[in-house]
Antibody
Framework: EVQLVESGGGLVQPGGSLRLSCAAS????????MNWVRQAPGKGLEWLSY??????????YYADPVKGRVTISRDNAKNSLYLQVNSLRAEDTGVYYC?????????WGQGTLVTVSS | DIQMTQSPSTLSASVGDRVTITCRAS??????LAWYQQKPGKAPNLLIY???NLESGVPSRFSGSGSGTEFTLTISSLQPGDFATYYC?????????FGQGTKVDIK
């Protein structure tokens, strides 16, 4: 069974940083591209970043609104995906999901909540 | 980035109704479009991929159509468990943009 489990969320002060993790199991992690998506309270889904799987040449994409403040990475040996978010602002508050991409987002984690507040 | 525009933003319907949601892309995305259902407090769930392919396990009352820049999601006969928010998403080129969502609620 495919499982994605996010962690690393919590309460952070404005200007701070956070590193989110996504632990994958039940599939060949290295073979799949992965994504981060967030959802502000009461709002829609916002795609943040993509990283390719093996054979993709470590291709990375970022959404324009977060480019320069977030860094996506992966450790295939640990079956883990990461998102480093810097210079956090109140508008970064929300649930952050990781999602497996098999040409579409076919599996999602349960999300980790990030709250940016003083 | 490619922009995705869904309509309507909210839709009130009754059990048994036929429901159609539209999604427009700001440029040609061929058929690289997916539809997701999301219920409160839950992660999104894939319904349709490549514009018209039904994900395994998804009821056949859900269908998708379209290509290029215009796409639709149709629910042929709305069931109680279908009251939720629906999102389209394009996954072409170097972005994976979502539409703003369509909330389907009880009339």
């Amino acid at each position: 069974e495919v499982q994605l489990v996010e962690s690393g969320g919590g309460l952070v002060q404005p200007g701070g940083s956070l590193r989110l993790s996504c632990a994958a199991s039940g599939f060949s992690f290295r073979s799949y591209s992965m994504n981060w998506v967030r959802q502000a309270p009461g709002k829609g889904l916002e795609w943040l970043s993509y990283i390719s799987g093996s054979g993709g040449g470590s291709t990375i994409y970022y959404a324009d609104p977060v480019k320069g403040r977030v860094t996506i990475s992966r450790d295939n040996a640990k079956n883990s995906l990461y998102l480093q978010v810097n210079s956090l602002r109140a508008e970064d508050t929300g649930v952050y999901y990781c999602a497996r991409e098999g040409s579409h987002f076919d599996s999602w984690g349960q999300g980790t909540l990030v709250t940016v507040s003083s | 980035d490619i922009q995705m525009t869904q309509s309507p933003s909210t839709l009130s319907a009754s059990v048994g109704d036929r429901v159609t949601i539209t999604c427009r892309a700001s440029q040609n995305i061929n058929n690289w479009l997916a539809w997701y259902q999301q219920k409160p407090g839950k992660a999104p769930n894939l319904l349709i991929y490549k514009a018209s392919n039904l994900e395994s396990g998804v009821p056949s009352r859900f269908s998708g159509s379209g290509s290029g820049t215009e796409f639709t999601l149709t629910i042929s006969s709305l069931q109680p468990g279908d009251f939720a928010t629906y999102y389209c998403q394009q996954y072409s080129l170097d972005s994976r943009t979502f539409g703003q969502g369509t909330k389907v609620d009880i009339k």
